[in-house]
């Protein structure tokens, strides 16, 4: 019988990894479907929004990565057990995904002289900025980015950090353990360190 999902995506980490790890660490089966970027433009057009990752689930399509992975985590029991935890879960998330976008903006500059500009900003500004704050967080949550236990914050963290470090090629949390130790527990859960592994090796 095929998968019950399917999770659409290109041939890398991005987007789309954070829901892959928490469908492996819930032992949701499911299609890991990677669309090559020569194949893209005449593909794009089938998308909801031309954009992915999508999430495909009894006849229906859903776009939004983080929309996706907070519905998985509530799959697979790594979402807040009331409104106002998953409001703490969140905010947290979406502000990784602050910082997350401010670094892609480096990532995504065409023009040499800007790209330099912003990886200056970055590293002396947003990257301190933000990892101070998620360092304490962490270190108040007992370990965690969120209610002092293992949540989806936790996983879009550990995704997001080591996008971070691909994309300014540095070591981003070297002088952060807090955040190091977040990754390093979520790596190490016995379903994510084997898709780690196993999955495919990509550029991002
Ligand atoms: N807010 C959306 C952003 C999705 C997005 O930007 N997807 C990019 C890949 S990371 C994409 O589909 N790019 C190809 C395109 O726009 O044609 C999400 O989180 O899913």
């Known amino acids: ?27 949701i089966d499911f299609e890991d479907c990677r669309i090559k970027r020569e194949d ?13 990752p999508t999430l495909e689930h009894n006849g229906k399509i859903v776009n ?22 998953n409001l703490e879960i969140d905010a947290i998330v979406d502000t990784i995904n602050d910082l997350r ?5 480096y990532f995504y500059e065409k023009d040499e002289a800007k790209k330099q500009t912003i990886l ?3 590293n002396k500004e947003v990257l301190p900025f933000y990892l101070k704050r998620f360092e304490e967080i962490v270190k108040k949550n007992k370990g965690h980015f969120a209610l002092g236990r293992l949540t989806w914050a936790d996983f879009y963290w550990a995704t997001v950090s080591t996008g971070l470090d691909m994309v300014t090629k540095v070591d981003t949390i070297a002088n952060y353990p807090e955040l190091k130790a977040v990754r390093d527990k979520v790596n190490s859960l016995p379903a994510i360190k084997k898709w780690i592994e196993q999955r495919p090796k990509t550029d991002f």
Not at 40 to 52: A, T
Not at 66 to 79: F, G, H, P
Not at 101 to 105: G, I
């Open 120 to 122: 200056e900003n970055v």
């Open 1 to 27: 019988m095929a998968p019950a999902y399917k999770l659409t995506y290109f041939d890398g980490r991005g987007l789309g990894e954070t829901s892959r790890f928490l469908m492996k660490y819930g032992g």
């Open 40 to 52: 893209w433009p005449q593909m794009k057009p089938k998308f909801p929004f031309g954009q992915l």
């Open 64 to 85: 939004q990565s983080q929309a996706i992975s907070r519905y998985l985590a509530k799959q697979v029991k790594l979402a807040g057990n009331d409104d106002w935890e």
């Open 101 to 105: 976008l401010k670094v892609s903006a």
